[in-house]
C-alpha cells in the first residue's frame, strides 16, 4: 500500500516542480517584454511612416521590406519572402448623395466595399428601397427591387456581449448582398457598417459577387448616416446618386515575410502571425499591425532572454487576409511541398487589447494539456482558454493536422474602429499591446517546451 501511494506523491511533486520552474520562466518573459519591449515603437513605424497597406499597393511593398528588416533586427537566424499572387483593388474617387424631400442633393459619409466594382466614374441615380433583415429582402418581388438601390439597414447587435459574435451575424450583409441584390435586378447596395461605435464614420472590409452574378457596386454608410436614412425612408421617397471608381485591376506578386530561429532538438515548427496588409483606409494599427509586431516580440524575447528552442520558433507577417487570403494559403500549402512538420501555430488578428483568453483548435488530447496550463496564465490577464475558431491566416494549416491557437484579447472596443479610418496608432495602448506579446511568446514557450 505504501508503495501505491508512493507513486502519485512522487508525481505530484514533479509536476509541482515543474510548474514553478514554468512560472519562473514566464515572469522573465513578462518582465522583458513589459519593461524594454519594442513592438509599441514598431507599430508606430509601420503606421505612421508607411500607414494602410492594401496587400497589392506601393504601401504593402513598403511593408514587406520593413517587416525584413525587423525581424532581422530582431534577431531572426534566417529570413526570407515567400510569392503569394494577390488581387489588386483600388478605391479611387467616390461620392453618395441623397435626395431629401425638399429636393436638394446632401452628401453622405461612406466607403465602397472592398473588392467592390463602382460606377467608372458615372452618376448611378435610384430609388432607395429600405429592408432590414435578408429575411425581409427575400420576401421581395423582383418587380420591387428591379432598378432600385437598396438598402440594408441591419444594426449590429447589442446582446452578444463577445463582439465577434456580433460581427460574424452581421457579415453576411456585407459579404454576400450585393449577388442578392443583383439577381433580382437592383441596382447597387447600401449597407450599414458592422459596427459597435455610435458615430458617422463608414467601415469597409471584404464582399464578394456570386460566380455569374452582376457586380453592382456595394457601399457602406456609417451608423448614425445609417439612422438618419432609416428615418427618411420611413416617412418619405428618396433617390440616392453614387458615383465611384473603385474597381479590381488584376493581380500581382507580392510578398509574405518570414523570419526564425532554428531549434536545438529538431526542424519542426511552432509558427506565430499576424497580417501584415491592412484595408486602404485609417493605418490598421489594430487590423492587424498590432498582430504584427507582437509576432516579432516573439522572435527578439527569445533572442533577448538567449532561449534556445527545442523546435524552431518562426515568425509569419501574411500577406493578403483583408481581401483574399492568399498569404495563409499560400504559407498552408507550402508545408506540404516543403514537407516541413508544423507542431503549433499562433495568430493574433483581433487587435492590441488587453488578452483575456487563448482560442484552440486541435485535438482533444492537446486542447486539455493547453486548458491545464490556464493558472499559470492567469496572472497576465487570461481569463479562459477554449476551443473556438483560431484565425483566417492559420486556418489553411488545420487541413494539414496543425495545432492552432489564436489569442483572444477584450473584444468590445475592436468593432468600433474596424476597417474603418478610426483604425490609427493612437487607438493603441502600450501597456495592453504588450500584454498581449507577453502571453503570446508564454504560450509559444510552454508549446516548445512542452510538446
Same mark, same amino acid.
Given at each position: 500500500?505504501?508503495?501505491?501511494?508512493?507513486?502519485?506523491?512522487?508525481?505530484?511533486?514533479?509536476?509541482?516542480?515543474?510548474?514553478?520552474?514554468?512560472?519562473?520562466?514566464?515572469?522573465?518573459?513578462?518582465?522583458?517584454?513589459?519593461?524594454?519591449?519594442?513592438?509599441?515603437?514598431?507599430?508606430?513605424?509601420?503606421?505612421?511612416?508607411i500607414?494602410?497597406?492594401?496587400?497589392?499597393?506601393?504601401?504593402?511593398?513598403?511593408?514587406?521590406?520593413?517587416?525584413?528588416?525587423q525581424?532581422?533586427?530582431?534577431?531572426?537566424?534566417?529570413?526570407?519572402?515567400?510569392?503569394?499572387?494577390?488581387?489588386?483593388?483600388? =478605391?479611387?474617387?467616390?461620392?453618395l448623395?441623397?435626395?431629401?424631400?425638399?429636393?436638394?442633393?446632401?452628401?453622405?459619409?461612406?466607403?465602397?466595399?472592398?473588392?467592390?466594382?463602382?460606377?467608372?466614374?458615372?452618376?448611378?441615380?435610384?430609388?432607395?428601397?429600405?429592408v432590414?433583415?435578408?429575411?425581409e429582402?427575400?420576401?421581395?418581388?423582383?418587380?420591387?427591387?428591379r432598378?432600385?438601390?437598396?438598402?440594408?439597414?441591419?444594426?449590429?447587435?447589442?446582446?452578444?456581449?463577445?463582439?465577434?459574435?456580433?460581427?460574424?451575424?452581421?457579415?453576411?450583409?456585407r459579404?454576400?448582398?450585393?449577388?442578392?441584390?443583383?439577381?433580382?435586378?437592383?441596382?447597387?447596395?447600401?449597407?450599414?457598417?458592422?459596427?459597435?461605435?455610435?458615430?458617422?464614420v463608414?467601415?469597409?472590409?471584404?464582399?464578394?459577387?456570386?460566380?455569374?452574378?452582376?457586380?453592382?457596386?456595394?457601399?457602406?454608410?456609417?451608423?448614425?448616416?445609417?439612422?438618419?436614412l432609416?428615418?427618411?425612408?420611413?416617412t418619405?421617397?428618396?433617390?440616392?446618386?453614387?458615383?465611384?471608381?473603385?474597381?479590381?485591376?488584376?493581380?500581382?506578386?507580392?510578398?509574405?515575410?518570414?523570419?526564425?530561429i532554428?531549434?536545438?532538438l529538431?526542424?519542426?515548427?511552432?509558427?506565430?502571425?499576424?497580417?501584415?496588409?491592412?484595408?486602404?483606409?485609417g493605418?490598421?494599427?489594430?487590423?492587424?499591425?498590432?498582430?504584427?509586431?507582437?509576432?516579432?516580440?516573439?522572435?527578439?524575447?527569445?533572442k533577448?532572454?538567449?532561449?534556445?528552442?527545442?523546435?524552431?520558433?518562426?515568425?509569419?507577417?501574411?500577406a493578403?487576409?483583408?481581401?483574399?487570403?492568399?498569404?495563409?494559403?499560400?504559407?498552408?500549402?507550402?508545408?506540404?511541398?516543403?514537407?516541413?512538420?508544423?507542431?503549433?501555430?499562433?495568430?493574433?488578428?483581433?487587435?492590441?487589447?488587453?488578452?483575456?483568453?487563448?482560442?484552440?483548435?486541435?485535438?482533444?488530447?492537446?486542447?486539455?494539456?493547453?486548458?491545464?496550463?490556464?493558472?499559470?496564465?492567469?496572472?497576465?490577464?487570461i481569463?479562459?482558454?477554449?476551443d473556438?475558431?483560431?484565425?483566417?491566416?492559420?486556418?489553411p494549416?488545420?487541413?494539414?493536422?496543425?495545432a492552432?491557437?489564436?489569442?483572444?484579447?477584450?473584444?468590445? =472596443?475592436?468593432?468600433?474602429?474596424?476597417?474603418?479610418?478610426?483604425?490609427?496608432?493612437?487607438?493603441?495602448? =502600450? =501597456?495592453?499591446?504588450?500584454l498581449?506579446?507577453?502571453?503570446?511568446?508564454?504560450?509559444?514557450y510552454?508549446?516548445?517546451q512542452?510538446?
Amino acid at each position: 500500500m505504501k508503495k501505491l501511494l508512493l507513486i502519485p506523491l512522487l508525481a505530484s511533486g514533479f509536476f509541482f516542480g515543474q510548474n514553478t520552474q514554468d512560472a519562473q520562466a514566464l515572469k522573465k518573459i513578462s518582465t522583458q517584454i513589459l519593461t524594454q519591449g519594442e513592438a509599441y515603437n514598431d507599430l508606430h513605424f509601420l503606421t505612421k511612416k508607411i500607414g494602410n497597406r492594401l496587400s497589392g499597393s506601393p504601401a504593402y511593398e513598403k511593408a514587406v521590406q520593413w517587416g525584413a528588416e525587423q525581424l532581422k533586427k530582431a534577431g531572426a537566424e534566417k529570413i526570407w519572402l515567400q510569392p503569394v499572387k494577390v488581387p489588386v483593388w483600388e =478605391r479611387g474617387t467616390e461620392s453618395l448623395f441623397i435626395k431629401t424631400p425638399s429636393g436638394t442633393w446632401t452628401k453622405m459619409k461612406m466607403l465602397s466595399l472592398g473588392n467592390s466594382e463602382g460606377t467608372q466614374g458615372k452618376d448611378l441615380v435610384g430609388d432607395l428601397i429600405m429592408v432590414n433583415t435578408l429575411e425581409e429582402f427575400n420576401q421581395l418581388k423582383e418587380s420591387q427591387v428591379r432598378d432600385k438601390i437598396v438598402f440594408f439597414n441591419y444594426i449590429f447587435r447589442q446582446d452578444f456581449i463577445e463582439t465577434f459574435e456580433g460581427y460574424s451575424d452581421a457579415g453576411k450583409y456585407r459579404s454576400s448582398t450585393a449577388s442578392l441584390v443583383a439577381k433580382k435586378g437592383g441596382k447597387a447596395v447600401i449597407v450599414r457598417s458592422i459596427s459597435t461605435a455610435v458615430d458617422d464614420v463608414p467601415h469597409t472590409g471584404g464582399m464578394h459577387y456570386d460566380e455569374g452574378s452582376k457586380k453592382i457596386p456595394a457601399v457602406a454608410l456609417g451608423p448614425l448616416g445609417a439612422d438618419r436614412l432609416a428615418q427618411l425612408l420611413k416617412t418619405s421617397k428618396v433617390s440616392a446618386k453614387l458615383n465611384s471608381n473603385c474597381g479590381m485591376k488584376g493581380e500581382k506578386i507580392t510578398h509574405s515575410v518570414i523570419g526564425e530561429i532554428k531549434g536545438t532538438l529538431d526542424q519542426k515548427v511552432i509558427a506565430v502571425g499576424g497580417h501584415l496588409d491592412s484595408w486602404d483606409v485609417g493605418e490598421g494599427a489594430q487590423d492587424d499591425g498590432a498582430g504584427v509586431v507582437q509576432s516579432i516580440e516573439v522572435i527578439r524575447t527569445f533572442k533577448k532572454l538567449n532561449i534556445k528552442p527545442k523546435h524552431t520558433i518562426r515568425a509569419v507577417l501574411f500577406a493578403n487576409e483583408e481581401n483574399g487570403n492568399r498569404g495563409g494559403e499560400t504559407y498552408a500549402d507550402s508545408l506540404n511541398v516543403k514537407k516541413e512538420p508544423h507542431l503549433f501555430a499562433l495568430e493574433s488578428d483581433s487587435g492590441g487589447y488587453s488578452p483575456r483568453g487563448f482560442g484552440l483548435a486541435m485535438t482533444a488530447e492537446q486542447s486539455a494539456q493547453v486548458k491545464s496550463w490556464l493558472p499559470l496564465f492567469e496572472p497576465y490577464g487570461i481569463q479562459h482558454i477554449n476551443d473556438s475558431y483560431p484565425g483566417t491566416d492559420i486556418i489553411p494549416m488545420k487541413k494539414y493536422g496543425v495545432a492552432l491557437a489564436g489569442l483572444i484579447p477584450d473584444s468590445q =472596443r475592436y468593432f468600433d474602429l474596424h476597417h474603418s479610418e478610426s483604425d490609427v496608432f493612437e487607438a493603441v495602448n =502600450r =501597456r495592453e499591446l504588450l500584454l498581449g506579446a507577453t502571453v503570446m511568446t508564454q504560450l509559444i514557450y510552454m508549446i516548445d517546451q512542452h510538446w
